[in-house]
């Protein structure tokens, strides 16, 4: 019998669907880019419900035919190539044929079109790749494609989708993905009828200002380089952040002929530019922009088209460190010195009233500084009293068990309080133990401390408020603004008082008072990077990453002096954590100096 047949379009569009449509996102992202290649210079997107229940892109493009509007859905038909040939110069942001093929297979899709020539237009109607109705209709000139109720007819799909909040900052990702590198276009965001983005016509820079700075003082701009470089194999440009400027929060992106890209070799050279500039927990933030030859790049590598292959990569790597490198030097506030001028030194010309003094040296020619000043006795017998006191090794006061094999279970609370403590150069304690000396860091220590202790205040949502007494302004970019809203009830639960004054802005009347004499703005931006980067998918996930930033900000810093009785508290509560050599970072807290090490010293 017979095993091998081929599957129904339907059943293919899906498995396609899995591809190119992993999320409201990627559906938004495929449409968007449907409009630009239409040549619109306006496009509205609505989104109800994080784009489960509705996603809609409306543009004034070309627009399309009776005829083009049926065939449009059908895959692999596209009006972007028409042989192999044609992905070698490539130009359009689409070309697969794919993306609304494997959209009308997961969702419900309502389309009406009509061209400038036509009196007019379609509409289609298609429910999981079956077409309900076709039929003329009255529209404007360009397209209005409706997506509603995506993956209804995948359950699983459906299922595994994150939460809204989650799902929103994902769709508002693609879009700066795509809104970045077209600036002449007017594009709008509206989520749930409220209008998130509203983005004028006007060049790179006021497109970059509008989404994540205030377009009125330009002050996130200002913190920027500008980069251009023209080679015959590329062309660069865009802008860098200062190093003065830069934060644990980067916004970082790529762009080659007109299309948003991942590049970690690239990203590598950036940084490589940036060596030595910033401290090791920053990152520069840019927005560089690729224009080359499509001949001379392969984008048909990932359905989602972020991966891109150059021809010679090595080169270009080369030319855009040079580039970064260059903008940050012409813009650096370090004075430099010229070797090859002659007089670099500028005297001043004495006046009368303003003579320059020479500087003046008082030389003593009769000192030997193998003599004494007292005697004229070259290495006088100084031969201090009671020298044998220096070399006697003192009796210890303290016990050390010597049964303990691991020496990492040695600091127990109850040898903490009867051992010797020391505090070195203000950032470590040392304390002896039978293995040999330990050394602890105090602000990870204190840290780890503090970050269970927000943890249990979290589960428990119990914490003591400082109110502020003068009040602080936080402005934050639309997908931050859609985080803090997800993890405001846990903010709110361990002491920040927050109320919203304008869609784009909260006002911070109080922290929590474990954050003394601490800046409530930087805490909070920090706490936002650090749940965007490490964890917000879960809230377990983000209460973790809440409480450590709020360690980190509350614990005491290095170089703080600090009491025996302080030390010892430290250490006592560090030793009864479950795991306290490492901090949740992976940073060592405590590092052992055995006695075979301390003796090969001498």
């Known amino acids: 019998m017979d095993i091998i047949h081929l599957l129904p379009d339907s059943v293919a569009n899906q498995i396609a669907a899995g591809e190119v449509i992993q999320r409201p996102a990627s559906c938004l992202k495929e449409l968007v880019e449907n409009s630009l290649d239409a040549g619109a210079k306006r496009v509205q997107v609505i989104v109800r419900d994080a784009g489960r229940t509705l996603l809609q892109v409306i543009d004034d493009g070309c627009g399309m035919s009776e005829m083009d509007a049926r065939l449009a859905f059908e895959r692999h038909a596209t009006s972007k190539i028409r042989e192999a040939q044609d992905l070698f110069s490539l130009r359009t942001m689409g070309f697969r044929g794919e993306a609304l093929a494997s959209i009308c297979a997961v969702a419900q899709v309502e389309m009406t079109t009509r061209r400038a020539e036509d009196e007019t237009g379609t509409l289609i109607e298609i429910h999981g790749s079956d077409v309900v109705r076709q039929e003329v209709c009255s529209c404007p000139v360009g397209t209005n494609i409706k997506v509603s109720n995506l993956f209804f007819n995948v359950p699983v799909r459906r299922k595994f989708l994150k939460s809204d909040q989650t799902e929103l900052r994902n769709l508002l990702t693609e879009f700066y993905h795509i809104v970045l590198v077209y600036p002449k276009v007017t594009f709008t965001f509206v989520h749930n009828d409220e209008i998130l983005l509203e983005l004028t016509a006007g060049t790179e820079k006021q497109r970059i200002e509008a989404i994540f700075g205030n377009p009125k003082r330009n002050v996130y701009t200002s913190a920027f380089v500008e980069i251009n470089t023209e080679t015959e194999l590329v062309t660069i440009r865009g802008f860098v952040i200062k190093p003065e400027n830069a934060t644990r929060k980067a916004e970082q992106y790529f762009f080659v002929n007109g299309r948003f890209m991942k590049h970690p070799y690239f990203l590598k050279a950036v940084q490589t530019a940036y060596s030595g500039m910033l401290p090791s927990d920053f990152q520069p933030s840019f927005f560089i922009y690729f224009d080359i030859a499509p001949e001379a790049i392969d984008v048909n590598i990932h359905p989602t088209k972020t991966e891109i292959k150059f021809a010679d990569e090595q080169t270009i790597f080369q030319i855009l460190m040079a580039s970064v490198r260059e903008a940050l030097g012409k813009f650096t506030l ?77 600091l127990q609370p109850e040898e903490v309080e009867s051992c010797p403590i020391w505090q070195y150069r203000g950032k470590y304690i040392l304390m002896p133990c039978s293995g040999g000396l330990a050394f602890i860091h105090q602000h990870r220590a204190h840290a780890a401390i503090m970050r269970e202790q927000f943890i249990e205040q979290l589960a428990a949502s119990q914490s003591a408020m400082q109110q502020l007494l003068f009040p602080e302004v936080l402005e934050l970019p639309q997908d931050d603004l859609v985080l803090l809203e997800q993890l405001l ?43 965007r980067e490490h964890g917000s998918h879960s809230q377990v996930e983000w209460r973790e990453q809440i409480a450590q930033t709020l360690a980190e900000n509350a614990a005491i810093p290095s170089g703080k002096s600090l009491t025996e009785e302080e030390m010892r508290e430290i250490v006592t509560k560090l030793v009864q954590l479950p795991a306290y050599r490492r901090d949740a970072n992976g940073k060592i807290i ?9 003796s090969k010293k001498f």
């Open 590 to 598: 405590v590092s052992l100096l055995t006695d075979e090490e301390i």
């Open 489 to 531: 009830p846990d903010l709110r639960s361990i002491g920040f008082e927050l109320e919203q004054l304008t869609p784009n802005s909260y006002a911070i009347h109080g922290i929590p008072a474990q954050l003394t004499n601490q800046s409530a703005l930087p805490t909070l931006q920090h706490i936002l990077t650090q749940v």
């Open 334 to 410: 370090a004075p430099t010195i010229d070797f090859d001028t002659q007089g670099a030194i500028d005297i001043p010309v004495p006046t009368d009233k303003n003579k320059v003094q020479k500087p003046q040296m008082s030389i003593d020619p009769n000192y030997n500084p193998f003599k004494s000043r007292n005697t004229n006795t070259i290495y006088p017998d100084k031969t201090p009293r009671n020298w044998e006191s220096l070399y006697t090794t003192p009796k210890p006061e303290y016990n050390l068990p010597t049964d303990i094999q691991d020496p990492w279970n040695l």
